[in-house]
């Protein structure tokens, strides 16, 4: 019984946060700068789990989401991940305005192997950067 409803809860969620998302999407133009305190994110040169070099100023003009996790996560990453593909689903063909990019927080372990293995689970279209500690610690300071 606490099964049944704890599958309701989520699909309510899950329903409020497409609803949400389709909501603002038809409000209008969206993600054009246009907050007051908004600010560009600080450059920075990785590469991506196919070895091709990624620079976040060549995504202007798109919505990148950033998340920061790992490939051995257990938990939140893989929700996240999955939670992204749907809302990209969700999207239809305004999501190819949409680049979803993971950004390693373990290069120890997180190769490019494991970064493709792991994003391909959901979508081979999102970007996994790595690099070298120096490299990463930038960006997660940043």
């Known amino acids: 019984m606490r099964s049944r409803s704890i599958r309701f809860e989520l699909r309510v969620v899950w329903t409020i946060f497409l609803l949400a998302a389709v909501s603002c999407s038809a409000l209008g133009p969206s ?9 560009p994110a600080p450059e920075f040169n990785v590469i991506d789990q196919y070895g091709n070099p990624f620079q976040l100023s060549e995504q202007r003009g798109r919505v990148v989401l950033l998340f920061f996790g790992f490939t051995n996560c257990v938990d939140e990453c893989p929700l ?7 809302a990209l689903t969700s999207l239809g063909e305004s999501a190819s305005q ?16 494991a970064m493709m293995e792991f994003l391909g689970k959901f979508n081979p279209e999102f970007l996994g ?5 120096d490299e990463l610690s930038k960006i997660w300071d940043d």
């Open 31 to 39: 993600f054009k700068g246009e907050a007051v305190d908004s600010k």
């Open 80 to 86: 996240t991940m999955a939670h992204l593909k749907l």
């Open 98 to 113: 949409v680049e979803v990019v993971m950004v390693s927080t373990d290069p120890v372990r997180d190769s490019r192997k």
């Open 129 to 133: 950067l790595t690099g070298t500690m």
